[in-house]
């Protein structure tokens, strides 16, 4: 399994390369009138139009400091695309090496499991997770 690495604030977090469409590399920011606070705008991306979610600022992080590049979520999963704080690298690991979370034990959290790899913890976003929170905003 292949795991992009990124980080929000100061930790890391991971999405499976396969939740993934594309990595867009300073696209042009669109203003939304009366957006949430958490949408910085729109991008056109290959003639749709994608909002973009600041996911660090969704997700509580205080952190001002963003990627130029956003993460356009797969079109199967959603029309998204994310805002991090820095885009880092794609890891390859076992699916076994994943820590399960227990869902009950962290309501409201977005992560799915952890992967403890080389003395760092990358939270897996749990994407169907975030959808599902976008939906009651």
């Known amino acids: 399994m292949q795991i992009l690495v990124f980080r929000l ?3 890391l ?3 499976e390369v396969e939740k993934i469409q594309e990595v867009v590399e300073s696209p042009v ?3 939304i009138p009366r957006a949430s606070t958490h949408l910085l705008g729109a991008v ?3 003639g ?3 909002p973009v979610l600041d996911l660090a600022s969704f997700l509580g992080f205080f952190h001002e400091q963003r990627d130029q590049r956003i993460i356009i979520l797969a ?3 959603c029309t998204l695309a994310l805002a991090v704080t820095a885009v880092g690298r794609i890891v390859t690991c076992d699916a076994d090496a994943l820590l399960p979370l227990q869902q009950e034990q ?3 959290f977005h992560i799915r499991a952890v992967l403890s790899r080389e003395e760092e913890m990358i939270n897996m976003l749990d994407a169907a997770r975030l959808l599902t929170s976008l939906e009651k905003t």
Request: net charge negative; hydrophobic share 30%; charged share 10%.
């Open 13 to 15: 977090y991971g999405l």
């Open 106 to 108: 962290q309501p409201g």
């Open 48 to 50: 749709n139009i994608l």
């Open 29 to 31: 920011l669109h203003y």
């Open 44 to 46: 056109n991306f290959h």
């Open 75 to 77: 079109s199967g999963l």
């Open 9 to 11: 604030g100061e930790e």
